[in-house]
T-cell receptor
């Protein structure tokens, strides 16, 4: 069974360019999460979806960031325009369903991450 | 609000020895879940073990066990018989309420031959 798939694995771009990160969750998982990981700030939740609908985007740092989930098997995170401070590893994760306040269904399975470098 | 605290930024352990990674949490939820993830130098986040707040027995998965002490709000990870491949960052996390998972800052474990 394939895990969470992310592409590209590495992205190097120049400041001002548009960057699109892609994610395919585990089939059957209803929840999809986008995280950003940096040395300074650790792991930050950016946004999450339930059944393709964005539920909480309070972690999205600025209007330059946007995320979509057009169907159950695909999501994108877009940064436009990109800046050097956006350099980080971006993870996508998926989970089955919420447990009754914290059940095993909450277990999130992570993709391999996309290492973004903005020059 | 949920909070996870990992007070050990780094730990060393001799190969084949057991090691305990500390995690304390704070929540007002009555029902919650606790998780541990491993992040090796290659960068991926690997799910290790889960403990539900109403589970009476400590969770175990192979060489991993979760020492759950509800009254003390601690969920320490115990790795038995450490191997060189256990060298990694380890994150404690919890969920409660509606699908909001909170991660700790991590502990870097280094296994010494």
């Amino acid at each position: 069974d394939a895990g969470v798939i992310q592409s590209p694995r590495h992205e190097v771009t120049e400041m001002g360019q548009e960057v699109t990160l892609r994610c395919k969750p585990i089939s059957g998982h209803d929840y999809l999460f986008w995280y950003r990981q940096t040395m300074m700030r650790g792991l930050e939740l950016l946004i999450y979806f339930n059944n393709n609908v964005p539920i909480d985007d309070s972690g999205m740092p600025e209007d330059r960031f946007s995320a979509k989930m057009p169907n159950a098997s695909f999501s994108t995170l877009k940064i436009q325009p990109s800046e050097p401070r956006d350099s980080a590893v971006y993870f996508c994760a998926s989970s089955l369903f919420p447990g009754v306040g914290g059940g095993f269904g909450d277990t999130q399975y992570f993709g391999p991450g996309t290492r973004l470098t903005v020059l | 609000a949920q909070k996870i605290t990992q007070t050990q930024p780094g730990m060393f352990v001799q190969e084949k020895e057991a090691v305990t990674l500390d995690c304390t949490y704070d929540t007002s939820d009555q029902s919650y879940g606790l998780f541990w993830y491993k992040q090796p130098s290659s960068g991926e986040m690997i799910f290790l073990i889960y403990q539900g707040s109403y589970d009476e027995q400590n969770a175990t998965e192979g060489r991993y066990s979760l020492n759950f002490q509800k009254a003390r709000k601690s969920a320490n990870l115990v790795i038995s018989a450490s191997q060189l491949g256990d060298s990694a960052m380890y994150f404690c996390a919890m969920s409660g309420g509606y699908q909001k998972v909170t991660f700790g800052t991590g502990t870097k474990l280094q296994v010494i031959p």
